[in-house]
Protein backbone atom coordinates (compact mmCIF):
# COMPACT_ATOMS: atom_id res chain seq x y z
CA UNK A 1 0.00 0.00 0.00
CA UNK A 2 1.38 3.57 -0.53
CA UNK A 3 2.84 5.34 2.60
CA UNK A 4 0.81 8.56 1.76
CA UNK A 5 -2.31 5.95 1.73
CA UNK A 6 -1.43 4.26 5.21
CA UNK A 7 -2.22 6.83 7.57
CA UNK A 8 -5.97 6.96 6.10
CA UNK A 9 -6.86 3.14 6.98
CA UNK A 10 -6.62 3.84 11.01
CA UNK A 11 -8.38 7.51 10.95
CA UNK A 12 -10.71 7.93 13.50
CA UNK A 13 -13.68 9.67 13.58
CA UNK A 14 -12.70 11.60 16.79
CA UNK A 15 -13.05 14.75 14.55
CA UNK A 16 -17.18 14.03 14.89
CA UNK A 17 -16.51 14.05 18.96
CA UNK A 18 -18.46 10.94 19.29
CA UNK A 19 -15.80 8.44 17.41
CA UNK A 20 -15.60 5.75 20.07
CA UNK A 21 -18.56 3.86 20.45
CA UNK A 22 -17.90 1.70 17.57
CA UNK A 23 -14.23 1.66 17.07
CA UNK A 24 -12.52 -1.81 16.35
CA UNK A 25 -15.37 -3.35 15.75
CA UNK A 26 -15.75 -6.37 14.21
CA UNK A 27 -18.98 -6.82 11.37
CA UNK A 28 -20.98 -9.78 11.89
CA UNK A 29 -23.50 -10.59 8.58
CA UNK A 30 -24.86 -13.75 8.28
CA UNK A 31 -26.86 -15.34 10.89
CA UNK A 32 -24.53 -18.74 10.91
CA UNK A 33 -21.33 -17.02 11.98
CA UNK A 34 -22.98 -15.17 14.89
CA UNK A 35 -21.13 -15.84 18.06
CA UNK A 36 -22.66 -17.07 21.48
CA UNK A 37 -23.19 -14.13 23.55
CA UNK A 38 -21.89 -11.34 20.82
CA UNK A 39 -23.90 -8.51 19.56
CA UNK A 40 -27.53 -9.80 18.46
CA UNK A 41 -30.51 -7.48 17.50
CA UNK A 42 -33.86 -9.46 18.15
CA UNK A 43 -36.82 -7.19 16.78
CA UNK A 44 -39.51 -7.99 14.48
CA UNK A 45 -38.62 -7.21 11.14
CA UNK A 46 -42.07 -5.51 10.28
CA UNK A 47 -43.74 -3.07 12.22
CA UNK A 48 -47.93 -2.15 11.02
CA UNK A 49 -49.47 1.44 12.36
CA UNK A 50 -52.07 3.71 11.20
CA UNK A 51 -51.16 7.60 10.56
CA UNK A 52 -51.20 9.54 13.78
CA UNK A 53 -50.41 6.15 16.23
CA UNK A 54 -47.80 6.15 18.50
CA UNK A 55 -45.39 3.25 17.79
CA UNK A 56 -42.13 1.37 19.55
CA UNK A 57 -39.41 -0.95 18.57
CA UNK A 58 -38.14 -2.48 21.80
CA UNK A 59 -34.47 -3.63 21.31
CA UNK A 60 -33.65 -3.99 24.74
CA UNK A 61 -33.99 -8.04 24.38
CA UNK A 62 -31.10 -7.91 22.36
CA UNK A 63 -27.44 -8.44 22.82
CA UNK A 64 -25.81 -5.14 22.85
CA UNK A 65 -24.08 -2.18 24.76
CA UNK A 66 -24.27 0.54 22.04
CA UNK A 67 -27.26 1.28 19.26
CA UNK A 68 -27.49 3.60 16.41
CA UNK A 69 -30.46 4.09 14.77
CA UNK A 70 -31.32 5.59 11.33
CA UNK A 71 -35.14 5.83 9.22
CA UNK A 72 -35.62 7.00 6.56
CA UNK A 73 -37.29 8.50 4.63
CA UNK A 74 -38.79 11.80 5.15
CA UNK A 75 -42.36 11.95 7.24
CA UNK A 76 -41.20 9.60 10.22
CA UNK A 77 -40.71 11.31 13.30
CA UNK A 78 -38.79 9.45 15.97
CA UNK A 79 -36.87 9.64 19.04
CA UNK A 80 -34.79 7.44 20.81
CA UNK A 81 -35.25 6.69 24.48
CA UNK A 82 -34.41 4.36 27.49
CA UNK A 83 -30.45 2.92 27.24
CA UNK A 84 -30.58 3.91 23.32
CA UNK A 85 -32.45 0.28 22.50
CA UNK A 86 -35.94 2.08 22.22
CA UNK A 87 -37.60 3.82 19.38
CA UNK A 88 -40.60 5.56 19.67
CA UNK A 89 -42.17 6.71 16.40
CA UNK A 90 -44.83 8.04 14.36
CA UNK A 91 -46.59 9.65 11.28
CA UNK A 92 -48.90 11.73 9.54
CA UNK A 93 -48.02 10.34 6.18
CA UNK A 94 -49.19 6.51 4.94
CA UNK A 95 -46.66 4.78 3.41
CA UNK A 96 -43.70 2.82 3.92
CA UNK A 97 -40.18 3.32 6.01
CA UNK A 98 -37.34 1.62 6.64
CA UNK A 99 -35.40 1.31 9.96
CA UNK A 100 -31.55 0.54 10.59
CA UNK A 101 -30.64 0.02 13.79
CA UNK A 102 -27.04 -1.39 14.51
CA UNK A 103 -25.49 -3.11 17.91
CA UNK A 104 -22.04 -3.41 19.58
CA UNK A 105 -21.02 -5.85 21.85
CA UNK A 106 -17.51 -7.47 22.34
CA UNK A 107 -15.96 -6.69 19.50
CA UNK A 108 -18.97 -7.17 16.79
CA UNK A 109 -21.27 -5.35 15.38
CA UNK A 110 -24.70 -6.61 14.41
CA UNK A 111 -27.30 -4.90 12.70
CA UNK A 112 -31.27 -5.32 11.08
CA UNK A 113 -33.50 -3.41 8.98
CA UNK A 114 -37.22 -2.89 10.01
CA UNK A 115 -40.28 -1.97 8.08
CA UNK A 116 -42.80 0.54 9.57
CA UNK A 117 -46.13 0.24 7.42
CA UNK A 118 -48.06 3.17 8.19
CA UNK A 119 -51.73 2.75 6.72
CA UNK A 120 -54.54 4.74 6.84
CA UNK A 121 -56.75 6.54 9.27
CA UNK A 122 -58.90 3.29 10.58
CA UNK A 123 -56.75 0.33 10.77
CA UNK A 124 -56.17 -1.74 13.22
CA UNK A 125 -54.26 -5.23 13.37
CA UNK A 126 -57.46 -6.84 14.26
CA UNK A 127 -59.46 -5.77 11.26
CA UNK A 128 -56.87 -4.02 9.07
CA UNK A 129 -59.17 -3.84 6.40
CA UNK A 130 -61.31 -1.15 8.25
CA UNK A 131 -62.64 1.20 5.77
CA UNK A 132 -60.86 4.60 5.63
CA UNK A 133 -61.89 7.80 7.10
CA UNK A 134 -62.15 9.94 4.14
CA UNK A 135 -61.52 12.96 5.45
CA UNK A 136 -58.11 11.43 6.24
CA UNK A 137 -56.80 10.68 2.25
CA UNK A 138 -53.50 9.33 2.07
CA UNK A 139 -50.58 11.29 1.27
CA UNK A 140 -47.13 10.12 -0.05
CA UNK A 141 -43.82 10.59 1.85
CA UNK A 142 -41.96 13.47 0.78
CA UNK A 143 -39.39 11.89 -1.60
CA UNK A 144 -35.66 11.73 -0.51
CA UNK A 145 -32.36 11.41 -2.54
CA UNK A 146 -30.92 8.24 -2.85
CA UNK A 147 -27.58 6.90 -0.65
CA UNK A 148 -25.83 8.47 2.19
CA UNK A 149 -27.57 12.29 1.06
CA UNK A 150 -30.76 10.05 1.81
CA UNK A 151 -29.74 9.24 5.24
CA UNK A 152 -28.14 12.37 5.95
CA UNK A 153 -31.54 14.27 4.94
CA UNK A 154 -33.22 11.83 7.81
CA UNK A 155 -30.67 12.13 10.52
CA UNK A 156 -31.47 16.26 9.78
CA UNK A 157 -34.56 16.09 10.12
CA UNK A 158 -34.57 14.87 13.62
CA UNK A 159 -32.99 17.84 15.32
CA UNK A 160 -34.29 20.40 17.19
CA UNK A 161 -31.70 23.44 17.26
CA UNK A 162 -33.69 26.45 15.71
CA UNK A 163 -30.50 27.24 13.05
CA UNK A 164 -30.12 23.78 11.90
CA UNK A 165 -30.61 25.27 8.22
CA UNK A 166 -27.82 27.82 8.37
CA UNK A 167 -25.42 25.35 10.39
CA UNK A 168 -26.11 22.77 7.71
CA UNK A 169 -24.69 24.46 5.36
CA UNK A 170 -21.94 25.81 7.45
CA UNK A 171 -21.04 22.20 8.68
CA UNK A 172 -21.37 21.17 4.38
CA UNK A 173 -18.21 24.05 3.78
CA UNK A 174 -16.28 22.68 7.03
CA UNK A 175 -16.55 18.79 5.26
CA UNK A 176 -15.79 20.46 1.49
CA UNK A 177 -12.71 22.22 3.23
CA UNK A 178 -11.08 19.28 5.00
CA UNK A 179 -11.61 16.82 1.41
CA UNK A 180 -9.99 19.95 -0.26
CA UNK A 181 -7.07 20.02 1.96
CA UNK A 182 -7.04 15.90 1.68
CA UNK A 183 -6.92 15.86 -1.93
CA UNK A 184 -4.02 18.62 -2.09
CA UNK A 185 -1.85 16.99 0.86
CA UNK A 186 -1.77 19.45 3.16
CA UNK A 187 -3.30 17.12 5.67
CA UNK A 188 -0.41 14.09 6.04
CA UNK A 189 -1.13 11.82 8.73
CA UNK A 190 -4.33 10.60 10.51
CA UNK A 191 -3.84 13.19 13.29
CA UNK A 192 -3.58 16.07 10.61
CA UNK A 193 -7.20 14.94 9.05
CA UNK A 194 -8.63 13.98 12.94
CA UNK A 195 -7.50 17.68 14.38
CA UNK A 196 -8.72 19.54 11.00
CA UNK A 197 -12.14 17.84 10.73
CA UNK A 198 -12.34 18.40 14.34
CA UNK A 199 -11.93 22.45 14.66
CA UNK A 200 -14.05 22.72 11.20
CA UNK A 201 -16.70 21.09 12.93
CA UNK A 202 -16.72 23.03 15.84
CA UNK A 203 -15.86 25.71 14.34
CA UNK A 204 -19.30 25.33 11.89
CA UNK A 205 -21.61 24.42 14.67
CA UNK A 206 -20.28 26.82 17.72
CA UNK A 207 -22.83 26.46 20.58
CA UNK A 208 -24.92 24.41 18.58
CA UNK A 209 -22.42 20.89 19.35
CA UNK A 210 -24.62 19.39 21.31
CA UNK A 211 -27.74 19.91 19.38
CA UNK A 212 -25.96 17.88 16.52
CA UNK A 213 -24.59 15.11 18.76
CA UNK A 214 -27.52 13.01 17.21
CA UNK A 215 -26.87 13.84 13.72
CA UNK A 216 -22.91 12.97 14.25
CA UNK A 217 -23.78 9.64 16.11
CA UNK A 218 -25.19 8.70 12.81
CA UNK A 219 -23.49 10.02 10.66
CA UNK A 220 -20.43 8.51 12.90
CA UNK A 221 -22.31 5.03 12.79
CA UNK A 222 -22.22 4.83 8.91
CA UNK A 223 -18.72 5.60 8.25
CA UNK A 224 -17.24 2.86 10.90
CA UNK A 225 -19.61 0.13 8.72
CA UNK A 226 -18.37 1.75 5.32
CA UNK A 227 -14.94 0.92 6.84
CA UNK A 228 -15.93 -2.21 7.97
CA UNK A 229 -16.87 -3.06 4.52
CA UNK A 230 -14.14 -2.12 2.76
CA UNK A 231 -15.41 1.03 1.15
CA UNK A 232 -13.59 3.67 3.29
CA UNK A 233 -9.78 2.93 3.26
CA UNK A 234 -7.74 4.87 1.04
CA UNK A 235 -6.79 8.31 0.99
CA UNK A 236 -9.57 8.71 -1.95
CA UNK A 237 -12.12 7.34 -0.44
CA UNK A 238 -12.18 9.85 2.41
CA UNK A 239 -12.14 12.69 -0.38
CA UNK A 240 -15.46 10.90 -2.03
CA UNK A 241 -16.95 10.50 1.74
CA UNK A 242 -16.25 13.71 2.43
CA UNK A 243 -17.69 15.31 -0.28
CA UNK A 244 -20.32 13.26 -0.47
CA UNK A 245 -21.37 14.68 3.39
CA UNK A 246 -20.90 17.92 1.94
CA UNK A 247 -22.84 17.61 -1.07
CA UNK A 248 -25.55 15.90 1.38
CA UNK A 249 -25.42 18.61 4.35
CA UNK A 250 -26.16 21.68 1.47
CA UNK A 251 -29.19 19.72 -0.36
CA UNK A 252 -31.07 19.35 3.13
CA UNK A 253 -34.49 20.66 3.42
CA UNK A 254 -36.75 21.64 6.31
Known amino acids: MNE ?28 TQKPTNKAKIILDDTVNIAVGQLGK ?56 IIKIIVHPYGYTPENPNKPVD ?5 TPPAPVPAGLAGQIQGWYQTLTSPNKSAEAQALSGAFGAVATQIEAGTLITAQDVEVATQNATQAALGNSLTSWTPFLNNLQGYLKQERLRGTLVTVED ?17
Open 4 to 31: KVKPYVNIILAALLIWGGFAGYKYVTSE
Open 57 to 112: LDASKSKGSTFVWTCFPEGLSYEVIGDGDKLIFSSGCVGEYTCVVSSARRGYVDQK
Open 134 to 138: PNTPP
Open 238 to 254: YVRVWREISLGLKQVKG
